[in-house]
């Protein structure tokens, strides 16, 4: 557990990284909080629900505004900031995929609408039918995946602490 707490502090933004961005400058007062860079169960946990959550529903701003949530809500800073990483370049197209057929099951839509991508009109009438089932099953998936991580993030944490505790290797 130590190797991979060491491996995610490497990974992750220093406080002076992410105070100099000038997009959080707004935040700077608050980030000065030390909770917000403590790594405690309940921070980590926290900030990795609060990332998963805002990386897989919004599709911009994802690390201010997961900086932001995890001000508010007193989680990790840079583990929020981590967890918005779920989503990039290489990942959105299947989960955006596997979030639409979610949606689509779960709405009880179509999922086999296809799109004319040569007509302009077709295009738009095509993505107002996709934003519901998408939106849905982004909103299932990212409240899923927000509250499984923190139970998991907890029940290891817990575990690892109690090994440790009683003298074993975790």
Not at 51 to 65: E, H, K
Not at 73 to 94: C, F, K, M, S, Y
Not at 132 to 160: D, E, M, N, Q, V
Request: aromatic letters at 10%; one cysteine or more.
């Amino acid at each position: 557990m130590s190797a991979l707490i060491r491996r995610l502090r490497a990974l992750a933004p220093s406080r002076a990284q992410l105070e100099a961005n000038p997009w959080l400058s707004r935040l700077a007062p608050y980030l000065a909080e030390p909770k917000l860079w403590c790594w405690s169960r309940r921070g980590v946990a926290m900030g990795m629900a609060i990332g998963l959550f805002i990386g897989f529903l919004i599709p911009i701003a994802q690390i201010l505004l997961a900086a932001a949530a995890a001000v508010v809500l007193r989680a990790n800073i840079p583990i929020a900031a981590a967890g918005t990483l779920v989503t990039n370049p290489l990942t959105v197209p299947p989960i955006y995929y596997a979030a639409y057929q979610l949606g689509a099951w779960v709405t009880g839509t179509s999922a086999t609408a296809a799109v004319s991508w040569a007509d302009p009109v077709s295009v738009l009438e095509s993505l107002g039918s996709v934003g519901l089932p998408l939106f849905t099953g982004l909103a299932i998936t990212a409240c899923f995946s927000a509250a499984a991580s923190y139970l998991l993030i907890s029940r290891i944490w817990i575990w690892h602490v109690a090994a440790k505790r009683r003298g074993g290797r975790p």
